[in-house]
């Protein structure tokens, strides 16, 4: 070893040992090192779980099983390749488990493949044996769904609708052919019957495959757009919800905001019967966000969602039609819902008495009983319980991240069924406690934030900080890790920053869920005026207010929804502002409603137009002047990568603003691979260090 080589070994190892004395930072990776779970799911006697774990981009299914729910990897998929996993049926007998490996086609016909691999990449449905981790391929397509008698496969293929056997390897044919998109296949409780949605542009049936005559029944076929079909538990009937057909003037409102019916047909029957109608104008936001937005509970009501009181809550009401009765009530939201399998209660996540968290709530279906499952400092949703009283869950606190668990009957505290799949590495005793933040904007209206501050502040230090602002704009963070995969990412990273010296403010700004109908549905959101913009100043001069913060190193990130103000805050305020990340944002309103037939939030004709650019980052260009790192995958399905292309091409010719780009060939709108992630927040950690803390 030459002299230079030993002084830089001796450097490091220097540095290796003060900053383990001094509580040495965790690294991005560190910190998204924990396995995120989804698709929970029971086997019909209860004696087995299932569930997907995301392993630092490498997706298996893990299954719990015995009196003691024992754990282990079933599937052995070892590389992070972008390639989903979703879809889990139990087959009825527990023994074999059906799903989809891959992701759907974008408008080109492409499936996802973030690593560029230059091999064909399929959506696939697969079958794998419990026991011996056997697995075999039953064709190109997703939504599986397993046969009553375990002996057949349905899912969907590019719009028709295939059947398998479930223990052969080799291509389901087609079921039937018929026009429109034919998707969402359930099979009646005898078998006898499958029932499916076929979409028709501006309207949709329900209809039901008789296996039996081998031919199409149209289930009260109308002029309006059916969907969510429902099996009684005898099969002789299905319930639906009724959503009004297309106007030939295009609806001005977003897609949530029609209302609808519900509706009860018996088999064979041309007509159905109308067993409930929305009260009033709301509309049926609700019954577009819940995995079940419609069960069938016993005593012959049906369960379902509804937004009409101003928050979204659960109803009951009899099948043979008359008032619905409210099962849930108050200033607060219900979300993830399943039935106990004898149907005579409804298991459900709330944020009841504790709005920037998720317990576990409940109540017969009938009204009476309601009782809170679960409390404290953590978070608790998608509950499902087994035929033998025992409850699964996810949980997660603003330490732990987010992690299967179950709640044995009799017991009134959960407990993790793969503590050991946390890794060593992950920096669960570094992280901080956020704090719940309110504060009002320029209108008055009340905005919740959770403030992270990093563990050890010097006594008159002014630290540069930060404000996240989540997507959607549906959505609502949390006080600890979150619910969905993309914002556990995201938590993880303003933990990241905390530890490395900012102050944080994650800014749940109006648009979003959480806190009623009123707050999600504000005039002038968006395309109409970005009244929502004014939040993310008042966050700012919230931070300003604090005596911990430099009110001149104030920078702001977030993805989509939050890429839009994140353009918006440097457009438009760049001397509040100092810097910014910016991940695939939306950065023009009409150019999103040309693109897009409305954009989702019905952008149509020339005034509107107008408003909508005037509500976007891109009409304030001129005006921007602080330093910005635009992040974007160029297989975006959900904002088209011109959104970033155009602003900067429209920054370019300014001059004013210093502008990095972090491009991902082949990506998607919520990163695929954890490699993805993982370069993200690194690069923005680095830019944040570069223009907030002055690190040049």
Request: hydrophobic share 40%.
């Amino acid at each position: 070893m030459n002299v230079l080589s030993w002084y830089r070994s001796f450097l490091l190892s220097g540095l290796i040992l003060f900053t383990t004395l001094m509580g040495e930072a965790f690294s991005v990776s560190d910190v998204l090192s924990s396995p995120f779970p989804s698709n929970l799911v029971v086997s019909e006697d209860g004696s087995r779980l299932a569930w997907i774990f995301n392993e630092e981009g490498k997706r298996n299914i893990w299954i719990a099983e015995g009196n003691r729910f024992t754990s282990r990897r079933l599937t052995d998929y070892d590389e992070d390749d972008g390639q989903e996993l979703s879809g889990l049926d139990f087959s009825p007998d527990g023994t074999k488990i059906v799903f989809v490996r891959g992701a759907a086609a974008n408008r080109q016909g492409e499936h996802p493949n973030p690593t560029s691999d230059i091999d064909h990449v399929e959506q696939e449905v697969w079958c794998i044996e419990v026991e011996t981790g056997e697995k075999w391929r039953l064709g190109e397509g997703a939504s599986p769904k397993v046969s009553p008698d375990g002996d057949r496969v349905a899912f969907v293929d590019k719009g028709a609708i295939y059947i398998s056997k479930i223990d052969v390897e080799e291509d389901g044919g087609k079921l039937f052919s018929a026009r429109g998109s034919n998707t969402s296949p359930e099979w009646s409780p005898t078998g006898e019957h499958l029932s499916f949605v076929s979409y028709r542009d501006d309207h949709s049936f329900i209809g039901v495959y008789d296996f039996n005559r081998g031919k199409i029944l149209w289930i009260a076929p109308s002029v309006d757009r059916d969907r969510e079909p429902l099996w009684s538990p005898n099969g002789q009937r299905i319930a639906f919800f009724r959503f009004p057909g297309a106007l030939a003037e295009p609806w001005k409102k977003r897609g949530m905001h029609l209302p609808f019916s519900i509706m009860v047909a018996d088999i064979g029957e041309t007509t159905a019967k109308t067993v409930w109608t929305l009260p009033d104008s709301s509309g049926g936001f609700a019954q577009s966000y819940p995995a079940h937005p419609l069960m069938w509970g016993d005593g012959d009501n049906l369960v379902f969602y509804s937004e009409h009181e101003g928050w979204m809550h659960l109803y009951s009401v009899p099948t043979g039609g008359g008032g619905a009765k409210a099962l849930t009530s108050g200033n607060f939201e219900v979300e993830a819902a399943s039935l106990s399998p004898d149907r005579k209660k409804v298991i459900f996540n709330s944020n009841s008495g504790d709005i920037d968290r998720r317990h576990l709530w409940e109540v017969s279906v009938s009204g009476s009983g309601l009782k809170q499952i679960t409390n404290g400092d953590g978070l608790e949703w998608e509950p499902v319980m087994t035929s033998g009283g025992d409850l699964a869950l996810f949980c997660s606190s603003a330490h732990q991240p987010a992690a299967p668990a179950i709640i044995e009957k009799g017991n009134k505290r959960h407990r993790l069924l793969v503590p050991e799949a946390i890794p060593e590495r992950f920096p669960m005793k570094k992280l901080v406690e956020p704090a719940q933040a309110i504060f009002k904007a320029g209108d008055g209206l009340t905005i919740h934030g959770q403030l992270f501050k990093p563990d050890k502040m010097k006594r008159g230090e002014k630290l540069p900080a930060v404000i996240f602002m989540h997507g959607g704009p549906i959505r609502q963070m949390m006080l600890g890790w979150h619910m969905r995969g993309y914002y556990h990412n995201a938590y993880g990273m303003n933990q990241y920053l905390a530890a490395n010296g900012y102050v944080v403010l994650s800014v749940n700004f109006r648009a979003g869920i959480g806190y009623g109908r009123a707050f999600r549905d504000a005039p002038n959101q968006g395309p109409r005026g970005a009244s929502e913009y004014q939040d993310i100043v008042a966050a700012a001069k919230y931070l300003q207010s604090l005596p911990y913060v430099d009110a001149d190193r104030i920078g702001l990130w977030g993805g989509s929804y939050g890429g839009l103000l994140t353009a918006m805050g440097l457009a438009r305020d760049s001397e509040l502002f100092a810097a910014g990340v910016d991940l695939h944002g939306v950065h023009d309103w009409a150019v999103r409603g040309q693109r897009r037939n409305g954009g989702g939030w019905g952008i149509f004709g020339d005034e509107l137009m107008e408003l909508a650019f005037e509500s976007s980052p891109v009409s304030d260009v001129s005006f921007w002047y602080s330093p910005v790192l635009f992040i974007h995958g160029d297989d975006d399905r959900n904002v088209d990568f011109i959104q970033t292309t155009d602003l900067v091409q429209r920054l370019r010719r300014e001059g004013n603003a210093h502008v990095e780009l972090l491009v991902f060939p082949d990506e998607v709108h919520g990163f695929l691979r954890q490699e993805s992630w993982i370069k993200t927040y690194e690069a923005s950690a680095d830019f944040f260090d570069r223009f907030l803390k002055n690190t040049n």
